[in-house]
């Protein structure tokens, strides 16, 4: 075996390591997480789901921004739970409402940088991401995976993108989801949505220092997740039997 060993699609590691990966809006981290944890046999777990799920249970309970001790409580006592499906993506609940397709619409969008910037929300949903991923075996994506959620994770990776390209990416999502928008405010979105996740006092989106920067513009889909899992074969000591 070379120095770089490269893990055959599917084979399971002999460890089961934690594998975290984090970047701006539209980088491409839920496709490239969903398809290595797939490859892996680990648990995916979309951590912005998450917040995306208390800025969502806000709107429906009519609690403002504004109360944070009201949005608190919300994360506090929303029961946020993945499910699997089997043909098509992770499925996602809050106090069992099927809520998957509910925390992509527009407005969601919008609230969850804000919402994600109060303390006592990220408190409770850290401790609960932690939990989640407490056993090993799993690909959580976000913001903060590898400096604040899992700072001792095998491999860690920062996924990023021009801002130009990951607007373009969010577009087409949007399109593919029947949403209309104007490809420049998608891009003036994405710009203040990072400015705020990346200044926030609050585990600002920031790469780890031990983190491996992917820049995947130009770069092909399945070169992006070949680093990752050449990376998890490296760290995981060795490739199962
Ligand atoms: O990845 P996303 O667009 O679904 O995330 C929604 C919001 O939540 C985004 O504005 C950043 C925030 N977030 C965060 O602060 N920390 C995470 N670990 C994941 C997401």
């Given at each position: 075996m070379g120095p770089h060993p490269v893990l055959p699609q599917g084979s399971p590691l002999i460890k089961r390591i934690t594998i975290a990966i984090d970047g701006p809006a539209g980088a491409g981290k839920s496709s490239v997480a969903r398809k290595v944890a797939q490859d892996l046999g680990y648990t995916y777990i979309d951590t912005g789901a998450m917040y995306r799920a208390v800025a969502w249970l806000g709107l429906q309970h009519a609690?403002?921004?504004?109360?944070e001790v009201g949005t608190v409580e919300l994360a506090r006592t929303a029961a946020i739970r993945f499910a699997p499906a089997p043909d098509g993506p992770q499925r996602v609940y809050a106090n069992d409402t099927d809520i998957t397709e509910a925390i992509r619409e527009p407005e969601v969008t919008r609230l969850s940088s804000p919402v994600s910037a109060i303390s006592g929300v990220r408190k409770l949903l850290v401790a609960q991401q932690q939990s989640l991923g407490s056993e090993g075996g799993v690909v959580m994506e976000g913001?903060?995976?590898?400096?604040?959620?899992?700072?001792?994770?095998?491999v860690k990776v920062f996924l990023t993108a021009s801002e130009e390209e990951r607007a373009r990416r969010r577009w087409l999502e949007m399109q593919g989801r029947g949403q209309t928008a104007d490809i420049c405010d998608v891009q003036a979105q994405i710009r203040e949505r990072d400015q705020r996740d990346s200044s926030r006092?609050?585990?600002?989106l920031c790469a780890a220092q031990d983190a491996l920067v992917i820049?995947?513009?130009?770069?092909p889909f399945d070169a992006v997740v070949r680093r990752i899992l050449d990376a998890a074969a490296e760290h995981s000591g060795d490739l199962a039997e």
């Open positions: 609690v403002p921004l504004e109360d913001r903060d995976i590898g400096t604040v959620v899992f700072p001792n994770a095998q006092a609050d585990s600002p820049e995947s513009d130009g770069v």
